[in-house]
């Protein structure tokens, strides 16, 4: 171990004292000390730094998150409650959304919207001013029928007028669907057919019941086997 000379006695004393035992003089600290702590000081530094860094990540994504919710819940609001919800253009508003979605005849509309709690004069009102075409709407229809079933012409025409589309609009929409008849008795005895057992006749007499012609009838048979 080395010595020094105290600067303040001159006594030797141990280069690693603190302070001098025979004045009581206090030494500088040693450079290796200075560099242990000027280590630790920059090591402290650096995650206080980290820390501070990971504060504001979270801030900013706590912030962002805020106004998207914020937008998200604006965005829903005005959808919402941006349109009236009672009277003439309630119904009205009301109408225009059924319609955006399907197909209605101008009496199935009033019956739709009387159903949700609109009178009949706001009903009316809303079907009148919604600006629908009921010919386009019947056949807008009868292409919705035959993405899930089978019909013939007159059975379709039928339904349409079921839903409460006029004679002529129904007929427009069956007239323009642009169906295959004979296709259409064919995948309409197939369907029959999964579900009972036919002869060849009694199978005819069945679509012609559903408003085939014979003709359509026998194709539709003869296209399932019998």
């Given at each position: 171990?080395?010595?020094?000379?105290?600067?303040?006695?001159?006594?030797?004393i141990?280069?690693?004292?603190?302070?001098?035992?025979?004045?009581?003089y206090?030494?500088?600290?040693s450079?290796?000390?200075?560099?242990?702590?000027?280590k630790?000081?920059?090591?402290?530094?650096?995650?206080?730094?980290?820390?501070?860094?990971?504060?504001?990540?979270?801030w900013?994504?706590?912030?962002?998150?805020?106004?998207?919710?914020?937008?998200?819940?604006?965005?829903?609001?005005?959808?919402?409650?941006?349109?009236?919800?009672?009277?003439?253009?309630?119904?009205?508003?009301k109408?225009?959304?059924?319609?955006?979605?399907?197909?209605?005849?101008?009496?199935?509309?009033?019956?739709?919207?009387?159903?949700?709690?609109?009178?009949?004069?706001?009903?009316?009102?809303?079907?009148?001013?919604?600006?629908?075409?009921?010919?386009?709407?019947?056949?807008?229809?009868?292409k919705?029928?035959?993405?899930?079933?089978?019909?013939?012409?007159?059975?379709?025409?039928?339904?349409?007028?079921?839903?409460?589309?006029?004679?002529?609009?129904?007929?427009?929409?069956?007239?323009?669907?642009?169906?295959?008849?004979?296709?259409?008795?064919?995948?309409?005895?197939?369907?029959?057919?999964?579900?009972s057992?036919?002869?060849?006749?009694?199978?005819?007499?069945?679509l012609?019941?559903?408003?085939?012609?014979?003709?359509?009838?026998?194709?539709?048979?003869?296209q399932?086997?019998?």
């Open positions: 171990m080395a010595l020094i000379k105290c600067p303040e006695c001159g006594r030797d141990s280069e690693t004292a603190g302070s001098c035992p025979s004045c009581g206090v030494l500088k600290k450079k290796k000390d200075n560099g242990i702590n000027t630790n000081n920059t090591v402290i530094i650096i995650g206080v730094l980290i820390v501070l860094a990971i504060i504001c990540v979270i900013y994504q706590s912030d962002h998150n805020k106004k998207d919710n914020s937008s998200y819940s604006n965005s829903y609001y005005d959808s919402y409650y941006d349109y009236p919800k009672t009277g003439n253009e309630g119904a009205l508003a109408a225009k959304s059924y319609l955006n979605s399907s197909a209605f005849s101008y009496t199935g509309l009033i019956d739709q919207l009387e159903y949700n709690g609109f009178s009949e004069s706001e009903a009316k009102y809303g079907a009148d001013n919604c600006g629908a075409n009921w010919k386009e709407q019947a056949l807008k229809k009868a919705s029928y035959l993405n899930s079933s089978a019909f013939s012409y007159a059975g379709l025409i039928d339904q349409l007028e079921y839903n409460g589309f006029t004679e002529e609009e129904a007929k427009y929409g069956v007239d323009n669907c642009g169906a295959n008849w004979k296709e259409q008795a064919a995948k309409k005895a197939k369907s029959y057919l999964k579900s057992s036919f002869t060849r006749s009694k199978l005819i007499d069945q012609e019941y559903n408003g085939f012609t014979y003709e359509q009838a026998v194709y539709g048979v003869e399932n086997g019998l």
